[in-house]
């Protein structure tokens, strides 16, 4: 059995629930109750003032619970992360494709923050946004609370420049650069996004790098930060990523194949330091397959 690092939070919405246990159960019904109520005498679950929950806690519409997911027989994710700069405030670090940033689903340890948090002995390390698990590349980690929301507030505000790198079918009747913009939602199954009627929401600069036979290597600049916005876009201009398995159309799920990584990757962030005033700028040291 694995366990997170830090635990998860969740609000408890309004119910006809006795418990805080039972108020836990509706909201994951794919827990079996008897594990929650092994978490909850094990100390695994706390109330708003970090304090250890019992399985008679009274419910509270809203209540704040804090918990410790755990995973068993938790598959090792091949790839090492690789740390490019590090101080008392911020933290790079190179994420390899498959990789997880936060816990999810059958992920705990084998996450790049858990990783991080272990690699760095620093518990308050904050990831101050995510990639999918299937791309590889930058990502920025608050280290120190104090600071925490002067580094948030660039990707609120946007003022970090994002440059992607991806490989993809040719595309030889659009002029280049070429700006996507089109409306992302939700789409089926409910992890995936599609573009909709409307006015858009998303936007994303698309320049050719490269030029081979079967595919184009392209430099992908998202100006928003939708779900899977560049892989969205990608298919909708008919050259989705190589290698992607959920766009254009869902694959069926099966062993996941290490040796085939989606071949998008976060490249480079671009900022002025609002701590200090400095233009910092990342690049990453990974690489895509070769054309």
Same mark, same amino acid.
């Given at each position: 059995?694995?366990?997170?690092?830090?635990?998860?939070?969740?609000?408890?919405?309004?119910?006809?629930?006795?418990?805080?246990?039972?108020?836990?159960?509706?909201?994951?019904?794919?827990?079996?109750?008897?594990?929650?109520?092994?978490?909850?005498?094990?100390?695994?679950?706390?109330?708003?003032?970090?304090?250890?929950?019992?399985?008679?806690?009274?419910?509270?519409?809203?209540?704040?619970?804090?918990?410790?997911?755990?995973?068993?027989?938790?598959?090792?994710?091949?790839?090492?992360?690789?740390?490019?700069?590090?101080?008392?405030?911020?933290?790079?670090?190179?994420?390899?494709?498959?990789?997880?940033?936060?816990?999810?689903?059958?992920?705990?340890?084998?996450?790049?923050?858990?990783?991080?948090?272990?690699?760095?002995?620093?518990?308050?390390?904050? =990831?101050?946004? !995510?990639?999918? /698990?299937?791309? *590889? +590349?930058?990502?920025? %980690?608050?280290? @120190?609370?104090?600071?925490?929301? $002067?580094?948030?507030?660039?990707?609120?505000?946007?003022?970090?420049?994002?440059?992607?790198?991806?490989?993809?079918?040719?595309?030889?009747?659009?002029?280049? =650069?070429?700006? !996507?913009?089109? /409306?992302?939602? *939700? +789409?089926?199954?409910? %992890?995936?996004? @599609?573009?909709?009627?409307?006015? $858009?929401?998303?936007?994303?600069?698309?320049?050719?790098?490269?030029?081979?036979?079967?595919?184009?290597?392209?430099?992908?600049?998202?100006?928003?930060?939708?779900?899977?916005?560049?892989?969205?876009?990608?298919? *909708?201009?008919?050259?989705?990523?190589?290698?992607?398995?959920?766009?254009?159309?869902?694959?069926?799920?099966?062993?996941?194949?290490?040796?085939?990584?989606?071949?998008?990757?976060?490249?480079?962030?671009?900022?002025?330091?609002?701590?200090?005033?400095?233009?910092?700028?990342?690049?990453?040291?990974?690489?895509?397959?070769?054309?």
């Amino acid at each position: 059995m694995t366990h997170a690092p830090a635990p998860s939070t969740v609000h408890l919405p309004p119910g006809d629930w006795t418990t805080a246990l039972d108020g836990l159960c509706a909201c994951f019904p794919r827990i079996a109750r008897a594990q929650w109520l092994d978490r909850v005498r094990r100390g695994r679950v706390l109330d708003a003032r970090d304090t250890p929950i019992d399985e008679h806690t009274p419910y509270r519409p809203g209540m704040k619970l804090r918990y410790f997911r755990e995973v068993e027989n938790e598959p090792v994710i091949p790839g090492e992360e690789v740390v490019l700069h590090a101080d008392e405030h911020l933290v790079v670090a190179d994420k390899p494709h498959f990789l997880p940033v936060l816990p999810a689903g059958g992920y705990v340890q084998q996450t790049l923050l858990a990783r991080l948090v272990r690699r760095l002995d620093n518990p308050a390390l904050v =990831p101050l946004h !995510r990639l999918d /698990r299937e791309t *590889a +590349g930058l990502v920025l %980690f608050s280290a @120190r609370p104090a600071t925490r929301d $002067a580094y948030l507030a660039l990707f609120r505000e946007r003022r970090i420049a994002k440059r992607y790198e991806a490989l993809a079918a040719p595309l030889p009747e659009l002029a280049f =650069p070429h700006v !996507r913009r089109s /409306r992302l939602e *939700a +789409g089926e199954p409910f %992890f995936r996004m @599609r573009e909709g009627e409307g006015e $858009a929401n998303s936007e994303t600069r698309v320049e050719v790098i490269e030029r081979g036979a079967s595919l184009w290597r392209y430099a992908l600049e998202p100006h928003t930060g939708r779900k899977h916005q560049l892989r969205v876009h990608m298919a *909708a201009l008919g050259a989705p990523i190589r290698n992607d398995r959920l766009y254009p159309r869902l694959q069926p799920r099966g062993v996941e194949d290490f040796g085939r990584p989606l071949q998008l990757l976060a490249r480079g962030l671009a900022f002025v330091d609002p701590l200090n005033g400095q233009v910092r700028e990342f690049n990453s040291s990974l690489s895509l397959d070769p054309l």
